[in-house]
């Protein structure tokens, strides 16, 4: 008799391959470069402060607008994404984002820096949220962690190779006339453009239109995330806004991006002055360890909540209660063991993002996830422009650096306290649980 591994792999798991091998990679590309054009503001930091008399509250504002814009949008965007479908969604706003992040180079004032970032933060609004929704219509529960943490590697990799090439590219001060950081923006925001045109032509916008899948295949996949979705517990928008666990959600999610970008935009910076120097090339090479070593916790750990399904909120709080031991240290550490101190930083806000990412789709299905996912990024939005603002007040008001790392601590405590009280909350309601075996 033949077995059913004799057999080989089933229909579903062909599909499920095939959609890993076409997808994945092109949204870890996506997002690697998307990442590289939101964040290598930091290190124009400096030169802009020089050049365009940049002060240090315009540029907490306008890294912070860049998310106020974000939350304006994520939700509305997420939604039009599910009636045009991914294929023009994302390549569109792909390839707006590439030309804008480009157009930075070329301010020469405090508003003018202020009002691009506000548009850049518009422009992806629809990305991040999009590619969350794309995994949750091609990839079923069991593999969407592994998915998603595939593609927020492209965070750590994108903050370990675009840390150097920024510094590098800063370098260039001088040539042609134009200071380094013009031709950062500008060198590092076109390849999005080229890649949205790219992405058109690439992307299927669901299993049904795929076009790398057989019928059988497509019918497995398709079976497989109908089951799903009749397990959740809201399905149309209105479901979404009026279930507490949403908001719950979406508190979570907000607070892990606070800790994020309050450490994100100022590490350059931190580095720097850890080292004794200004902010170059040398510098931006150790600003990238911390993210080179979260590339590895990013890899295996949500593969690892991937297999032990009843431990991902137990995984999520250990993530969040490392990264802020993590900040703690680093304020107060000599230079190498803060920049130790950093990378267990690194790993714990970015491990526990992919994991997050499961839980929606364990409470919400059809027009409910896409508004479910667009209003947690839409929360994340707007903690992440609070983020560096509150950095800075809080060290401007106590009048030490030392303040904005450990209140950044704190929230990533009470992150950890939300996740926990997600655990109590599933562990009360069985029926709705979202941590519960796949």
């Not at 095939?18 to 930091?45: H, S």
């Not at 170059?280 to 911390?290: C, D, Q, R, T, Y």
Request: aromatic share 12%.
């Amino acid at each position: 008799m033949t077995t059913a591994a004799a057999e080989g792999p089933s229909t579903l798991d062909r599909a499920i391959s095939k959609a890993w091998i076409r997808l994945v990679p092109l949204m870890f590309i996506l997002y690697f470069v998307a990442f590289i054009d939101r964040v290598n503001v930091g290190f124009a930091k400096d030169a802009m402060a020089v050049d365009i008399n940049l002060s240090q509250p315009a540029f907490a504002f306008g890294a912070g607008i860049f998310f106020a814009a974000y939350a304006v949008f994520a939700v509305p965007s997420n939604l039009l994404m599910s009636k045009f479908g991914a294929r023009i969604w994302l390549s569109a706003t792909t390839a707006v984002w590439g030309v804008l992040s480009a157009l930075t180079g070329l301010v020469q004032t405090e508003t003018q820096f202020i009002v691009l970032r506000f548009l850049l933060g518009l422009a992806e609004a629809g990305f991040y949220p999009g590619i969350l929704l794309l995994a949750s219509i091609f990839f079923p529960n069991k593999v969407r962690a592994s998915v998603v943490g595939i593609f927020v590697l492209g965070v750590p990799m994108a903050l370990t190779l675009g840390s150097p090439m920024s510094g590098a590219l800063l370098e260039l001060h001088g040539f042609l006339g134009h200071p380094g950081w013009f031709w950062m923006f500008v060198i590092e925001g076109l390849p999005a453009a080229v890649l949205g045109v790219f992405a058109f032509f690439y992307l299927d916008d669901n299993p049904t239109k795929a076009r790398f899948l057989t019928v059988d295949e497509k019918s497995a996949l398709n079976a497989q995330l109908e089951s799903e979705k009749r397990a959740t517990a809201a399905s149309s928008l209105g479901d979404a806004i009026r279930t507490i666990r949403v908001w719950h959600l979406a508190l979570i999610y907000g607070t892990i991006q606070i800790g994020v970008y309050g450490l994100l935009f100022f590490l350059p910076s931190q580095v720097a002055s850890l080292m004794g120097s200004t902010l170059g090339f040398k510098e931006s090479l150790v600003a990238a360890i911390p993210w080179a070593v979260s590339a590895l916790g990013v890899y295996f750990i949500p593969r690892y909540a991937d297999k032990k399904p009843a431990q991902r909120v137990n995984i999520s709080v250990a993530c969040m209660l490392v990264a802020a031991f993590g900040l703690v240290v680093s304020t107060y550490a000599g230079p190498v063991i803060a920049i130790a101190a950093l990378c267990l930083c690194a790993v714990g806000f970015l491990a526990v993002q992919p994991i997050f990412w499961t839980f929606p789709a364990q409470t919400l299905s059809g027009s409910a996830l896409a508004a479910g996912i667009g209003f947690c990024t839409t929360m994340g939005a707007v903690c992440s422009f609070l983020a560096p603002i509150i950095r800075v007040q809080v060290e401007l008001l106590l009048g030490t650096s030392h303040a904005g790392p450990v209140v950044l601590a704190m929230f990533a405590v009470f992150s950890a306290l939300l996740i926990f009280a997600l655990h109590q909350r599933t562990v009360t309601s069985p029926a709705s649980a979202i941590a519960g075996a796949d």
